[in-house]
């Protein structure tokens, strides 16, 4: 049972242009979600989170936006560089001291010079 | 800040040797830690839960007899995968929790390792 899903397995834009990766998750006792970017055979590093108390968080060219109704989230990267080109996983999680993250498969993207 | 480690980095062994894989966290004390294995194209599986001085928290399907788990300090946490069979080759990665910033701060996450990858022949 895949709780987070990101339906786009690969992303492909144009420097300069605007990225939205998606990310949908089924577990509605979720609330704080987060978002990895991860270089093959490295781990993946922290880019930003929201919590379910906000629609909103941004940080420089990075956008998270959460639709709580929908269980939906998106991040924005503008304007995309060729150094974002990764592959990106959206995780969640239900808080508390545990703090377990369930990941997406992830979504691969590629941003062309 | 927020530096986890991981040794080693590669790893391959024989079929039925064991293989442990260290976590630390460099520059923050982490009473939890967390590990995880990734397959080829595949997302990132929570394998168990880690806490400082207590007994891991396995995920459900996960042998705890087979991958052992010490968390024996707030800044080292030990995978020890016994009798490898090829089928445990995998990335594995583990995540620290910054213990000063447990639930009192909006940047409270967990940072990565680089990662093992396991090759078990």
């Known amino acids: 049972d895949q709780q987070v899903k990101q339906n786009s397995p690969s992303l492909s834009v144009q420097e300069g242009r605007i990225s939205i990766l998606n990310c949908d998750y089924t577990n509605s006792m979720f609330d704080y979600f987060l978002w990895y970017k991860k270089y093959p055979a490295e781990g993946p590093t922290f880019l930003i989170s929201?919590?379910?108390?906000?629609d909103k968080n941004e940080d420089g060219r990075f956008t998270v936006f959460l639709n709580k109704s929908a269980k939906h989230l998106s991040l924005h990267i503008v304007p995309s560089q060729p150094g974002d080109s990764a592959v990106y996983f959206c995780a969640a999680s239900r808080g508390g001291s545990n703090y377990k993250l369930t990941f997406g498969k992830g979504t691969l993207l590629t941003v062309n010079p | 800040g927020a530096v986890v480690s991981q040794h080693p980095s590669r790893v391959i062994c024989k079929s039925g040797t064991s293989v442990k894989i260290e976590c630390r966290s460099l520059?923050?004390?982490?009473?939890?830690m967390f590990w995880y294995r990734q397959f080829p194209k595949k997302s990132l599986m929570l394998m168990a839960t880690s806490n400082e001085g207590s007994k891991a928290t396995y995920e459900q399907g996960v042998e705890k007899d087979k991958f052992l788990i010490n968390h024996a300090s707030l800044t080292l946490s030990t995978l020890t995968v016994t009798s490898a069979h090829p089928e445990d080759s995998s990335f594995y990665i583990c995540?620290?929790?910054?213990?000063?910033?447990?639930?009192?701060?909006?940047?409270?996450?967990?940072?990565f390792g680089p990662g093992t990858r396991l090759t078990v022949l």
């Open positions: 520059d923050f004390q982490a009473t939890t």
């Open positions: 995540s620290a929790r910054d213990a000063k910033l447990a639930g009192r701060s909006s940047t409270d996450t967990q940072y």
């Open positions: 929201i919590s379910s108390i906000k």
